[in-house]
């Protein structure tokens, strides 16, 4: 487009802006976003600026008085961002939730996807099959992450049990790092996947049967039909999960913090529990509001990043 | 559905993969369902049994009739039942807009909702609370006497629908892309409006988006431990995490009924997929429209 | 002589009236009368246990006692739960009026400003019904903030008597009939029974050894001492009983400890009093309880920290709900409710309440209060949370065999004081 035509639309445009046409035309989309939107802005807008404050400030125990009866803050700048990006363990902790993050999502993406696929075709006993496979889901996820817990412990677990009859000896899970971060792995993986099997089912039902059968007539094989039909026709559907699993699992803060809380205390952290302990426990609360902003401007910047690179093709 | 038919050895082998599996996603639960039988309290158990030695329902039973279960129940229902109309309703139409129109503010509008996942839950905990306690919405009074419901109750559903929304409508505009206009386009030449075109024929045609929609809306209302166990303070009130909770001391915790409760709790989840994931593999097929 | 009487009469009247006017700074609500209608909020995070068996009878009775006032009970949670719930409500202007804390939550709740200081809303008489270890438990920089009901929450060497006779005097008994019970009946090359269970990686439980050998967390000024001698026998010793007498299961967290010595599986247990109602119950378990035995190389017994459960009142509330929360809290800590918290395996601490039969008589509760005798109160400073958070990771690494006892205790000390000063 040349800059003179560019021009031209432009200044068209504002001559012609009237408040009527603009309310007749988009009327029906506002009226129809509207409620959602003030529902949302309401429990979101508000505790995010707080914490916004609370970020440039040294708010802890010792000041917390003053703040509960005034709510009079000292303001320090940025030292909080200063210092937590100066700190060597930020950068540690940024890679493991990284990895911890990427091993999930196609985890939960690839066998969601893998396990949808076969559901979907004409299997004796799928429903069954389907509703069992939710259960990880469906659990209350509290108890379930303890069993596991218990199910890793070296002697007694049922995994090791297990270890044990193959022939491979026992591993203490629990107390290295290296080998609790597969246990963490392990037990988020088995608690992810339903979600995603969900949503591909959900997908796989948009797909119009003809492009199969036109596949099909072409000769391609099952496993091209995946590869050219089925995935490109499920990405509109997956394409949300997928960027909302990621999210989530960056912010998952209930499975590793259950699983170290006295095996490995402090050593397979992710950003989300370093947060809550820095602020749930050690009331660091200005340092944990801007430890969180951080770890939203990390999201945000992946987020809008990644649906242009999806956007592009 | 995929309309191909498979060779049988193709099918022994799905059979035996998903057997594997459904052992893998079941055994833990199962475990659960053990505890809640082992009379005194135990967690764990040397033995690999499921079924522990005199194995008992009395964890169930000092649970449904001595504690107030059922009334966390009802509470549970309540809340979750509206967080699944206002989910539903809500991220249906927007959700709809957001695939259909373009207007100013629509990217925005995207990036807005998704943008509202990503500050850790943890922090948003103590301004979430002084902003319904200012709106009254902790109080403990009850607002409708007929169904028990508090304005702390409203002050949930209004937190459980937004938390809940952001999926639910980035799910319903995805599927929503994936129906052709024409559809619309047909419906407007035939004299029907907007949005009777949106409700009456592409509506209909998303219900597996929508089925999704409520299940996650139900699930986010269901779970939610966080909040509710800040504001509810009066015992009626208790959802069902929170009455769970309840049941845990700093170290005496009881487990057996902690393992009933959550085994009960799993039930109606399970009962709401198996009825709804009907529309979940119902099998539309847009034929009509291509030819 | 008149003038000079006269002058002292005045002089006397003068003093007199100072002293008065100084002493009604004293206001003894326990002694004052509720005039209105009162509704108390009252937060607490017992088991379920307590609340029925105790608390609510006790509510009730107080209730029928006074009229004017209700009592509404709330459990909120665990007591991670009562601690950030009560902050968080407090903020938002809402929570309780009086909750039933450990003695630890003393210090955030003082420093925030969420915790009322008792000593001038309490009258002499009420302060004197208490032992004297109970308000220092609960008092902060020369103020009392709460008041206690149980004293203790204090580990003890527990033992089932099915599978041992009696409790051994001195560590290394302790080690030896342990061994002789650590057997590996089914021959499959695992340990079936173990001679001792306890909590390996949790430094509550560390901190009993850790007295043993005559250490202490803190110096006179309240800074971290954990580089000592004492620190690195205590972690030899724990590392010993995993890795050279092989005693205890090479991973074990408080429900496995609790689930094996429940089943009999376990011969031995350090645990607390709130554990014994569960064992005494327990069908494989005829419980025994006696001190944590003595180290040969100190010549000390097992040094468990000692805390309890107390009311803390939250500041400024009116003056009415001041006066019905100290008559509460009397009412809760007289000779007969406490009464009830003895029958429930708690150690009281109103003073009168060690004379009931219940704790003369009872062998369980009598190894209780003897190993309190043997504790130290747990400071209710919040740097305590510092030293806590430094010790759990070093502790687990030496149980893993990741690090050694020397580098540990150094590791603890450096992350303490890093700690401490974050909170600054």
């Known amino acids: ?313 | 559905m995929s309309v191909k038919n498979d060779p049988t050895w193709k099918k022994i082998v799905f059979h035996i993969i998903l057997i594997i599996s459904v052992i893998i996603a079941v055994y833990p639960a199962l475990r659960v369902f053990g505890t809640s039988l082992r009379p005194g309290n135990s967690l764990h158990s040397t033995s690999l049994a499921i079924i522990p030695d005199n194995a008992t329902f009395e964890a169930y039973r000092t649970l449904i009739f001595d504690k107030g279960f059922l009334i966390w129940l009802r509470n549970s229902l309540l809340v979750t039942f509206f967080t699944v109309i206002i989910g539903v309703s809500l991220a249906s139409t927007a959700g709809y807009v957001f695939s259909r129109k373009r207007f100013p503010g629509r990217k925005g509008g995207l990036t807005f909702f998704l943008l509202t996942q990503m500050f850790p839950a943890t922090m948003l905990l103590l301004p979430m609370y002084i902003l319904l306690a200012q709106f009254g919405l902790t109080e403990q009074t009850i607002v409708v006497p007929f169904l028990g419901m508090a304005k702390a109750h409203i002050g949930l559903i209004i937190m459980y629908s937004s938390t809940a929304l952001p999926l639910c409508v980035w799910q319903m505009k995805g599927y929503y892309d994936t129906i052709p206009e024409s559809l619309e386009e047909a419906a407007l030449v035939d004299g029907l409006n907007q949005f009777q075109a949106f409700y009456m024929i592409i509506l209909p045609l998303a219900k597996p988006a929508l089925v999704i929609t409520a299940l996650f809306s139900f699930m986010t209302a269901w779970n939610e431990y966080m909040v509710a166990r800040v504001i509810m303070t009066d015992n009626s009130l208790y959802t069902l995490p929170v009455g769970l909770t309840n049941l845990a001391g700093q170290f005496n915790t009881a487990w057996a009924q902690f393992a009933a409760a959550s085994v009960l709790i799993m039930l109606p989840v399970m009962a709401i997929f198996l009825i709804l994931s009907r529309y979940l593999v119902g099998g539309l097929t847009l034929g009509g429209v291509k030819g | ?424």
């Open chain 1, 1 to 313: 487009m040349s800059q003179p035509d560019e021009n031209l639309r432009f200044t068209s445009a504002l001559s012609n802006f009237s408040l009527k046409d603009f309310w007749r035309e988009h009327k029906f989309s506002y009226l129809m976003l509207l409620p959602a939107f003030i529902v949302v802005l309401f429990v979101v807008i508000y505790p995010f600026f707080y914490n916004f404050r609370l970020a440039f400030s040294n708010l802890n125990m010792y000041n917390m008085r003053q703040f509960i009866q005034n709510g009079t803050l000292d303001y320090i700048g940025i030292d909080n961002f200063i210092q937590i990006i100066s700190e060597s363990s930020f950068w540690i902790i940024l890679l493991r939730t990284v990895v911890w993050t990427v091993i999930n999502v196609v985890a939960h993406v690839g066998f969601g996807i893998f396990y949808a696929i076969i559901l979907d075709r004409d299997l004796m006993f799928k429903s069954i099959y389907r509703t069992l496979l939710v259960i990880p889901w469906a659990i209350p996820q509290y108890i379930v992450v303890l069993i596991w817990k218990g199910m890793f412990n070296y002697r007694y677990g049922a995994v090791n049990l297990f270890l044990r009859r193959l022939g491979v000896p026992g591993v203490a899970w629990l107390s290295q790092a290296n080998t609790g971060f597969s246990a963490a792995l392990i037990v988020n993986i088995w608690l992810g996947i339903p979600f995603m099997m969900m949503i591909a089912l959900g997908g796989l039902q948009s797909i119009d049967p003809t492009f199969y059968e036109a596949a099909e007539i072409d000769g391609a094989s099952n496993w091209q039909q995946v590869k050219h039909v089925t995935l490109p026709l499920l990405k509109p559907v997956m394409l949300p999960a997928v960027i909302l699993g990621v999210v989530w699992t960056f912010n998952n803060l209930r499975v590793i913090y259950l699983l170290t809380q006295n095996t490995l205390t402090n050593k397979i952290d992710i950003l989300v529990t370093h947060v809550y302990r820095s602020a749930f426990e050690f009331y660091r609360y200005g340092y944990a509001a801007a430890f969180s902003l951080i770890i939203f401007v990390i999201l945000l910047v992946w987020a809008i990043s990644f649906i242009d690179y999806i956007n592009e093709d």
């Open chain 3, 1 to 424: 002589m008149r003038k000079s009487i006269i002058t002292i009469s005045i002089l006397v009247l003068a003093l007199s009236l100072i002293f008065s006017v100084g002493a009604a700074a004293q206001q003894d609500l326990d002694k004052k009368e509720v005039t209105e209608k009162i509704t108390l909020n009252f937060w607490e995070a017992d088991e379920e246990r307590i609340d029925n068996e105790i608390l609510d009878p006790l509510i009730k009775k107080f209730e029928n006692k006074y009229p004017n006032i209700t009592v509404e009970r709330t459990h909120a949670g665990s007591v991670e739960d009562l601690r950030q719930n009560t902050q968080t409500a407090y903020m938002g202007g809402q929570g309780p009026d009086v909750v039933l804390s450990p003695f630890d939550h003393v210090g955030p709740f003082s420093i925030m400003g969420l915790a009322q200081p008792l000593d001038e809303l309490i009258s002499q008489d009420m302060k004197d019904k208490y032992i004297d270890a109970a308000l220092p438990g609960m008092s902060l920089n020369g103020k009392i903030y709460g008041v206690p009901t149980t004293m203790g929450n204090h580990l003890m060497l527990m033992y089932n008597k099915n599978i041992v006779d009696e409790a051994p005097e001195t560590m290394s008994d302790l080690i030896e009939v342990a061994k002789a019970n650590t057997v590996d009946e089914d021959g499959d090359g695992l340990v079936d029974k173990y001679g001792l269970a306890y909590n390996l990686n949790e430094p509550f439980w560390w901190a009993a050894f850790h007295g043993g050998f005559g250490g202490w967390v803190f110096d006179e000024e309240y800074n971290p001492n954990l580089d000592t001698e004492a620190t690195v026998d205590t972690l030899e010793f724990v590392h010993s009983l995993k890795f050279e007498h092989e005693i205890v299961p090479r991973e074990s967290d408080y429900d496995l400890m609790d689930s094996l010595f429940k089943e009999g599986s376990a011969a031995f247990i350090i645990n607390g009093d709130w554990a014994i109602e569960g064992y005494k119950n327990a069908e494989n378990v005829d419980l025994g309880v006696a001190p944590i035995p003595r180290f040969e190389k100190t010549g000390k017994y097992g040094q468990p920290l000692t805390s309890g459960k107390g009311f803390i009142v939250m500041s400024q509330l009116p003056e009415q709900k001041q006066i019905a929360v100290i008559k509460f809290i009397d009412f809760m800590t007289s000779t007969a409710a406490q009464e009830l918290f003895v029958e429930n395996n708690f150690l009281p601490s109103n003073d009168q309440a060690y004379g009931l039969p219940q704790i003369q008589n009872d062998p369980i509760m009598k190894g209780s209060a003897e190993q309190l005798r043997n504790g130290k109160a747990i400071p209710v400073v919040p740097e305590m949370r510092g030293i806590w958070d430094a010790v759990r990771p070093a502790l687990q690494s030496v149980m893993s065999d990741d690090l050694t006892p020397e580098a540990a205790a150094e590791q603890m000390q450096k992350e303490a004081e890093e700690n401490i000063k974050s909170m600054q």
